[in-house]
């Protein structure tokens, strides 16, 4: 009873969204996506004895809060019947459309690509993403499938050790790569972090007490460099975006374990990304960051004038502030992020 409602109150925040964001014809279709899953789900379980609408449900919302199209949101909310119920591709094109079951059907292709996970190297993570791309030819099926291995891994902990690992570490080789790819930050990290926290509880534990011990002196750092770097570029490059971050426990973590330093010798905890209108300003604001604060050597990098393999560009520096604490800069176009 109580899990029920649970559904519930996720659906009618999901219905709450889509109205806000959609047409009421088109709501009316994700309604009905829900409906039919709800129908065809109903008895079915996950791990963590929920029932199982629940996990269509979630996905179907983190598709809609990542901005994408109603069919996106109807297919994330089928996304598990026709390999999982009585319901046929067939039927999904009667009742949707061509549209939303070709996203299903793609869907469902993904599930069933076979993944031996225990003799494979990065090589062959490079092959199965490769496939996995070719395989789609829509990129909403690929956005669909990281939101579903999300929700998936969010949820980790009600399933069996061994597959815990194995799933941990297929999201870490293959879904955190593609998300990175595709340039969605938000979900990479997040995959990253929660495939770790499996991987080695340990390990993730200490980063995260130390980052929250913390805290309060990580805030006050970010909001002290980000104003003063904030009030000098301004007055050079007026309209120039200024981000500041804490990076990522998972991003800490690989420093730590593969460069075997301690917390306290991770370079770049923190990230501050400026984004300007022009190559030229991009220039002017490393000079102004060169000037304010003193570079590592060897730690600037010029993406700009050699862009990376995959086209990436941005001029990256580690500088050291004040308080002889360091942190990496990035500074790029509004048009190289948006490539990015
Ligand atoms: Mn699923």
């Known amino acids: 009873m109580e899990l029920n409602t649970s559904v519930e109150l996720m659906y009618n925040e999901l219905r709450h969204q889509a109205a806000a964001q959609f047409p009421v014809n ?21 791990s963590s004895g929920e029932p199982y609408i629940i ?4 996905v179907a919302k983190i598709v809609l809060e990542y901005g994408m199209d109603y069919q996106s949101v109807a297919a994330a909310m089928l996304h598990d019947t026709v390999e999982d119920t009585d319901l046929t591709l067939e039927d999904v094109k009667r009742e949707f459309g061509a549209d939303i079951a070709a996203l ?10 076979p993944l031996d996970i225990k003799d494979k190297e990065e090589q062959q993570a490079e092959n199965v993403r490769k496939m996995l791309l070719a395989m789609s030819e829509d990129i909403r099926v690929i ?8 929700h998936n891994i969010r949820t980790l902990n009600f399933v069996a050790p061994q597959k815990r690992r194995d799933k941990a570490l297929e999201t870490l080789e293959i879904y955190a790569p593609i998300a990175h790819r595709l340039g ?19 390990g993730y534990k200490e980063i995260e007490d130390e980052l929250s011990k913390q805290g309060k002196s990580h805030k006050e750092f970010l909001e ?17 975006a200024l981000e500041a971050r804490i990076k990522s426990v998972h991003g800490i973590y690989r420093k730590m374990y593969m460069q075997n330093r301690n917390f306290d010798e991770i370079y770049d905890i923190y990230a501050v990304r400026i984004i300007v209108n022009s190559t030229i300003e991009c220039y002017d604001c490393l000079g102004i960051i060169h000037d304010m604060f003193t570079p590592i050597p060897g730690r600037f990098k010029d993406y700009i004038s050699t862009p990376k393999p995959n086209m990436y560009q941005s001029l990256h520096t580690t500088v050291i502030g004040k308080a002889g604490i360091p942190f990496e800069v990035q500074i790029r176009t ?7």
């Open 224 to 240: 002290t460099i980000k104003k003063q770097i904030n009030d000098r570029v301004h007055t050079v490059v007026p309209d120039a």
């Open 26 to 46: 088109e709501a009316e279709i994700i309604d009905k996506a829900f409906s039919v899953a709800c129908e065809h789900h109903n008895g079915q379980m996950r």
């Open 184 to 202: 969605i930050r938000a979900i990479k990290e997040e995959l990253e972090d929660k495939a770790i926290s499996y991987l080695d509880p340990i």
């Open 104 to 113: 299903v059907d793609g869907l469902t292709k993904l599930g069933k690509v």
């Open 143 to 150: 956005i669909i499938k990281l939101a579903d291995r999300l």
């Open 55 to 58: 996990h269509p449900v979630a």
């Open 334 to 340: 509004w048009e190289m992020h948006h490539i990015a």
